[in-house]
Structures are given as structure tokens and as C-alpha cells.
């Protein structure tokens, strides 16, 4: 039991560590490297290994979840408000990973430097646009999970553990 609490806890942590870490690795690529480019190819890069650490995150947060309830309550309580919520963070997590970062790639591959083009081009008002939205789903991601991590720590100081 005690184990599963720790990881139900542990993907938490880890991927919301990691939503944290991450505009300091994004600063840090713009301030340091020599080109705006390279430090968006980084940020990229790391930003696509967030997203799968909080995917893997997520799935051990809700197995675990899902196992302990059945084992303490003798149900899954699959419509917890954690789950539901560690769900949307995932769903979320997907739509950036799929559906905002290729859209990204294919925009910075078909004009090459982004930074380079002037501000009214299309491409990159099209490019800001996703930045603007990747932004906003990491910001709600981030705020999601630590609403949960709120609800799981709450649970765990009562006599009954649920998720």
C-alpha cells in the first residue's frame, strides 16, 4: 500500500517538477546559445521529453490510483475528481505533443530561421500563434496537476486514502 502511495505521489512530483524545470531550460537555451534557432530546436527537443515524461506520468499516477482505491475501498472510483483531472492534464499533454509541436515543425521547416521572418508574415503569425497556445496548455497542464497533487496530499493525511 505504502508503495503505491509513493508513486502515485512520485509521477506527480516528477512531472510536475519537470513542468517547473522547464521555462528555466528555455530561458537559459534563448540567453546562452548563439542563435535563436538552436535554442528553439532545444526547447523542442526538450519540450517533446517532458511531454513524455508526463504521459508516463500520468499512466502510473492513474494505474496506481485506480489499484489502491480497489484495494482500500473495493472500488476503481475511475470518476474521481484526480482522475478526471490527471486525464485532462494528459489530454492536454497529447494535443501539444500531436497536434501543436508538428504543426510547429512543418511551419519552421517550410521558412527555416522563424525568427528570421518579419513580423507580419504569415508563417510566422502562425508560428507565434502555436507558441501562444503550446504556452497556454503547458501553464494549465501545470496548474491542473498541482490542484491534484493539492486533493492526493489532502487524502493521504486523512485515516482513508483515496485518489
Known amino acids: 500500500m505504502t508503495f503505491?502511495?509513493?508513486?502515485?505521489?512520485?509521477?506527480?512530483?516528477?512531472?510536475l517538477g519537470a513542468l517547473i524545470f522547464f521555462p528555466v531550460v528555455a530561458q537559459t537555451a534563448f540567453t546562452v546559445l548563439p542563435s535563436t534557432h538552436l535554442?528553439?530546436?532545444?526547447?523542442?527537443?526538450?519540450?517533446?521529453?517532458?511531454?513524455?515524461?508526463?504521459?508516463?506520468?500520468?499512466?502510473?499516477?492513474?494505474?496506481?490510483s485506480l489499484i489502491h482505491n480497489r484495494i482500500t475501498i473495493g472500488r476503481?472510483?475511475?470518476?474521481?475528481?484526480?482522475?478526471?483531472?490527471?486525464i485532462l492534464m494528459l489530454t492536454l499533454t497529447l494535443i501539444s505533443q500531436f497536434q501543436i509541436i508538428p504543426r510547429m515543425d512543418a511551419l519552421r521547416t517550410s521558412a527555416g530561421e522563424i525568427a528570421a521572418l518579419p513580423a507580419g508574415n504569415p508563417i510566422r503569425t502562425q508560428f507565434d500563434a502555436l507558441h501562444?497556445?503550446?504556452?497556454?496548455i503547458e501553464t494549465a497542464v501545470l496548474l491542473l496537476g498541482l490542484v491534484v497533487l493539492y486533493f492526493v496530499t489532502r487524502r493521504l493525511s486523512t485515516s482513508r486514502f483515496y485518489c
Open 4 to 15: 503505491l502511495r509513493f508513486l502515485i505521489l512520485l509521477s506527480l512530483v516528477v512531472w
Open 39 to 64: 535554442a528553439g530546436l532545444i526547447v523542442r527537443n526538450s519540450l517533446i521529453a517532458l511531454h513524455w515524461m508526463g504521459i508516463v506520468a500520468g499512466i502510473i499516477f492513474l494505474t496506481c
Open 76 to 86: 476503481f472510483r475511475v470518476l474521481a475528481l484526480s482522475h478526471a483531472l490527471v
Open 132 to 136: 501562444v497556445w503550446s504556452t497556454r
